[in-house]
């Protein structure tokens, strides 16, 4: 993987959204399928279960071999991923406030990653 990459001169971070999205591939399936039978909150409970749950996991699991290994660790998130995540917490806040979402909500959702994946390949 890393040889493709640097073939394609993409930046660095592609590999790690490709482990993501293989990760998170079979609550994506399952939320996709839900969306399909217009079953939008059990589609949002899903993607976003999962998604909390591999970053519950990942971030402990990272810090502890850091700190046990004695190895330097660096969360970086650039400002532009910084802005993209601001944003995508209070779309969140919206989302949850109503207690129900809806096509609209998860589209910004879905164009907010879009963005993220755009910038990740493109910097």
Sequence with gaps: MPSAVIAAN???A?????IALLVLLPETWAALRAARANRLQTSF???Y???LASIGLTIPVVVSVAVVLSLPLLLGVSPKELVLLALTFMVSII???TGRTNVLQGTVHLV????LLFLSLFP
Aim: hydrophobic share 60%; glycine share 14%.
């Design 95 to 97: 989302t949850l406030a």
């Design 49 to 51: 279960g999962s998604a």
């Design 14 to 18: 592609v590999v790690g959204i490709a």
């Design 112 to 115: 907010i990653f879009g963005a």
């Design 45 to 47: 409970n899903l993607a």
């Design 10 to 12: 993409a930046p660095h």
